[in-house]
Structure formats: structure tokens, C-alpha cells
């Protein structure tokens, strides 16, 4: 089994934390892997109360995320299921303020709306492909509270050339007339 890697994780957190509101800290991370960014969420923001959104399923090959060649899409079923029990132990501390909702992200989304929940921020770090952020922004846009955020991981990550994250923050901003704010560790957020 491979090591995942877990740089990164708590610059995310931090430019994650600055985008949360005070009054109702509800946020949802959609692409979970092993929890590093949850539990530095829910250590720093002890009123947060945190969704996390993961398949931990393996990646179907031959797929528009599997051609990405990101590195989660290598994974076995027995890695991903060991990657869930990692998240799920790095935020046993924060009890019923951490809600694990293992799957599929746009089936997490229709529940979410169905209970009528307006998350102050909502992170997408999930399908790197193009066609999966899109569907993944088109999904979960609509769910945040007004004067709220949608952001991400991996906009113009240069590293990988094959993500489509980019092109697709890109348009949904050009589409709804609004800037692209970026943070450190190629982050992104739009308010809406």
C-alpha cells in the first residue's frame, strides 16, 4: 500500500479557516482522503461543525478523472477503505461536529439540499477531472448561503497539467460575473 501524501494539508486549512463565517460555521469538504484537512479545520474552529463528503471508493479506469493520472486514481479499493478509517480516526475528537457522508459527491449534495442546509463554505478537492469539477460545481454552488464561498484545491497547479479544475472554476465565474479569489497552495474561492 502506498503512503499518502499529506502536504499541503494545513495550508489549506488556513486559507479555508479565513473563509468561514462566524455566525454559522457550517462548512462541507467534498474530497476528504485521509481527514489532514478536517482535523486541523475542527481543531482550530471548535464552533465548526463540518460535512465530509467522500466516496472513498476506487477510481474506474479509463474514466476522464482515472486520465488525470492524479495520484488518488492508482488507489486500490483496500487502500481507499484504510484512507476512510484514517479520516474517520483524525476527527474522532470533534464528536457529532464532524458528519462523514461516505458518497458519491453529487449524491451528497442532493442530500444536503433535500435538509436544506446553506453551508457558509463549501471546498472542492475531489474529481480533478474537468468534467467531474464541473459537475461537482454545478452541484454544490447552489447550496451556499448567500455572501458565502465556494473554493477549492488544485486551480493552476502546474504540476499537473491534466487536471481540468482550472478551466472549469474558470468558466463557472465568467458564467456568474464573479472574480476568482487564490489562495496559497494553489487554492481558490468565489463568493456568491
Known amino acids: 500500500m502506498s503512503m499518502p501524501d499529506r502536504s499541503g494539508h494545513e495550508i489549506r486549512a488556513r486559507e479555508i479557516l479565513k473563509h468561514v463565517d462566524a455566525i454559522n460555521p457550517i462548512v462541507v469538504e467534498v474530497g476528504v482522503y485521509v481527514g489532514d484537512v478536517s482535523q486541523h479545520l475542527l481543531k482550530h474552529r471548535r464552533d465548526l461543525i463540518l460535512y465530509m463528503v467522500d466516496s472513498w471508493l476506487a477510481v474506474v479506469p479509463d474514466t476522464p478523472y482515472w486520465n488525470t493520472d492524479d495520484q488518488h486514481t ?29 458518497m458519491d459527491s453529487l449524491v451528497a ?39 458565502g464561498y465556494l473554493g477549492g484545491h488544485d486551480y493552476r ?21 464573479a472574480q476568482i479569489e487564490t489562495g496559497d497552495d494553489t487554492t481558490w474561492f468565489i463568493k456568491l
Open 109 to 147: 449534495a442532493d442530500a444536503i439540499k433535500f435538509y436544506g442546509m446553506k453551508p457558509c463554505l463549501i471546498f472542492l478537492d475531489a474529481d480533478h477531472s474537468y468534467e467531474g469539477c464541473s459537475a461537482d460545481i454545478k452541484a454544490w454552488a447552489p447550496l451556499v448561503r448567500a455572501g
Open 74 to 102: 492508482r488507489c486500490t479499493q483496500e487502500e481507499m477503505d484504510v484512507y476512510a478509517t484514517m479520516a474517520s480516526n483524525a476527527v474522532d475528537f470533534a464528536e457529532s461536529r464532524a458528519i462523514i457522508l461516505r
Open 157 to 177: 497547479n502546474q504540476w499537473f497539467e491534466k487536471f481540468g479544475v482550472t478551466q472549469a472554476v474558470d468558466e463557472f465565474a465568467a458564467s456568474i460575473g
